[in-house]
């Protein structure tokens, strides 16, 4: 038996994301699936909720066992994990003129993500797009902020991360 599991963060205001289970193969269908947040794969099956949809919302961030289970009762485990979306936050020194960075790499996902820069508690500014890395640049010395938030919908903040751009003159 095989198939494809995927876990995405949904972009919502509440930890978790969705889990979609795709192109099964073996046993005898009608199949059930059931995701429990649990990192013990040997879990018992009465602690398992079968339904018919191969779409799974889960609420909380963690280790996921998806079971699938066949029309004779047997049941194949994968694993999954579903993080908060992150990012590393660096930064160059200013050393003439206005051209420090800052750079924001290792996403855990670039999917519905934006990300901004304030200085001041102002944005001043910000992509909706995001490629890995993104390098916000033109910057003089002082103190930021950048937020990696939800594009589709601002007000669903994942990650805000202090950061300095240093003057480095000679």
């Not at 046993?27 to 649990?38: K, M």
């Not at 102002?122 to 003089?140: E, K, R, Y």
Request: include cysteine.
């Amino acid at each position: 038996s095989s198939a494809i599991v995927t876990a995405s963060n949904n972009c919502s205001s509440a930890a978790g994301g969705i889990i979609t289970i795709s192109s099964v193969t073996g046993g005898s269908s009608p199949y059930q699936y059931s995701a429990i947040l649990s990192s013990n794969p040997n879990y018992p099956d009465a602690s398992s909720v079968y339904g018919s949809s191969s779409t799974i919302n889960v609420n909380a961030y963690g280790t996921y066992q998806i079971r699938i289970k066949d029309a004779c009762g047997q049941f194949q485990t994968f694993t999954k994990v579903i993080n908060p979306v992150s990012a590393t936050v660096t930064s160059t020194p200013n050393t003439c003129a206005s051209n420090g960075t800052i750079r924001i790499s290792s996403f855990s996902t670039t999917t519905n993500i934006a990300v901004q820069l304030f200085k001041g508690g102002n944005v001043i500014q910000q992509n909706a797009t995001v490629t890995d890395p993104h390098i916000f640049t033109g910057l003089s010395a002082g103190a930021y902020q950048v937020r990696i938030i939800c594009s589709l919908d601002n007000s669903i903040v994942y990650q805000t991360t202090n950061v300095t751009v240093a003057e480095n003159y000679v």
